[in-house]
């Protein structure tokens, strides 16, 4: 998942990729969990990813949780990224998260913040939000895309690392903000922005770790890949065996196509089932649920990614998917890739494939999903009785919160 101005470059980057090379020491823990809040029912959860660097360009702050009404649909948020750096975990953006000071007008409570407080930023308004909704839980989000190159070498002392990451998430400077822990790790044993080569071990490892040092009543989780394919990079690590200690995975069930193919074809990002002429048959969101299940990842662990972003193409003459084209579309951020609160006035969906929607409007391409499209995934949740949703990330939905409340 992304990164600053790269919202989530996780170009499937089959060409360049590595062999699984060698294997991990496997650590003890604990593997008991909080028994869940009525708020967490069965499949009701609703997890939400906040970007630390959303409130620079995007002008994104907590206070728009709170006014677009996603406070109040959101069971927990995912503050993304921190950083992974010398085997431990580090702050991403120190100003952003605990300096920048906010006005009355930009604070979730009405009050500005002043010179003399002892805590800013997001972290603040986050935790003034925590206040208005007491069953609102906080993870802290540790990677990404570009931050992933760290988990290797934190992989090598797993004790270590999450001796780290525990004593940054419960700095007493923050005390109450953070309610657990995600590892977005891109990817273990395989080829993301770089390639690991850790080991099929070394997630799990990593994860029965953290387990250990944060215990049973905190929650562990990990965003991790939707890559299907046989011999792809969900056979690269031992998620199953993984599962043991995390709450839940977030499987990102999105970006499965986009314009890092400059020329196409042209195939929505974030299908839900497979559909005649799709490039690759297990890039679909039904083939990464069903993979994961037949690993024996039970499906309350597993819960369904949605993007609140499109990915496009230009110079595409044809409407339908498996058309050619010329490049990326242009994008407010980064070229190929839009927010759903813009393209739905810029280009309108008007077709549907796979489970999700597309549109062609002047010789630009755009696939994303809309409230319509939400709710055929939200009834494929339910049958499958997964955990729960959740998306990447607030700031693409629209300021009345259309797609969160879609997920309802």
Not at 314 to 324: M, N, W
Request: hydrophobic share 35%; net charge neutral; aromatic share 12%.
């Amino acid at each position: 998942m992304h990164f600053p101005h790269h919202a989530r470059f996780r170009a499937l980057l089959s060409a360049a990729c590595c062999a699984a090379l060698g294997a991990g020491l496997l650590a003890g823990a604990s593997t008991a969990t909080a028994e869940p809040s009525a708020r967490e029912a069965a499949g009701s959860k609703v997890v939400g990813y906040f970007t630390e660097w959303g409130t620079y360009d995007r002008k994104y702050y907590v206070k728009n949780i709170e006014t677009s009404g996603s406070a109040a649909k959101l069971t927990h948020i995912n503050y993304a990224f921190g950083n992974v750096t010398g085997g431990k975990c580090a702050m991403g953006d120190s100003y952003a998260a605990t300096d920048r000071a906010y006005t009355a007008a930009e604070s979730v409570d009405g009050v500005a913040d002043t010179w003399d407080q002892p805590l800013r930023g997001t972290f603040n308004q986050l935790l003034k939000l925590k206040k208005k909704h007491p069953g609102l839980k906080i993870i802290w989000s540790f990677g990404g895309w570009t931050w992933s190159s760290g988990f290797g070498e934190a992989s090598k002392n797993p004790a270590a690392f999450a001796q780290s990451c525990y004593d940054l998430v419960n700095n007493p400077k923050w005390a109450g903000l953070f309610d657990g822990i995600d590892i977005d790790w891109e990817y273990p044993n395989a080829c993301g922005n770089t390639c690991d080569s850790s080991g099929r071990e070394a997630f799990k490892n990593l994860m029965a770790a953290l387990r250990s040092k944060f215990g049973g009543g905190a929650l562990v989780t990990a965003a991790i890949t939707a890559d299907a394919t046989a011999g792809g990079r969900i056979d690269a690590a031992d998620y199953a065996g993984a599962a043991p200690y995390v709450n839940w995975y977030n499987p990102m069930t999105y970006d499965y196509f986009g314009a890092w193919d400059a020329s196409g074809p042209t195939a929505p990002h974030s299908a839900l089932t497979s559909y005649p002429g799709i490039p690759k048959p297990e890039f679909n969101t039904s083939a990464t649920i069903a993979k994961l299940r037949g690993l024996g990842v039970p499906a309350a662990k597993l819960l369904l990614g949605i993007g609140f972003y499109g990915r496009g193409w230009t110079g595409v003459t044809q409407a339908a998917p498996g058309g050619t084209a010329t490049g990326p579309a242009a994008g407010t951020y980064e070229q190929g890739i839009e927010d759903y609160k813009v393209l739905k006035a810029k280009c309108p969906a008007n077709g549907t494939v796979g489970g999700t929607a597309y549109a062609k409007c002047g010789s630009d391409w755009w696939s994303y999903d809309t409230p319509s499209t939400i709710a055929t995934k939200m009834t494929y949740k339910n049958q499958q009785e997964l955990g729960g949703t959740f998306f990447w990330e607030l700031s693409g939905d629209t300021a009345s919160g259309e797609l969160i409340k879609a997920i309802n």
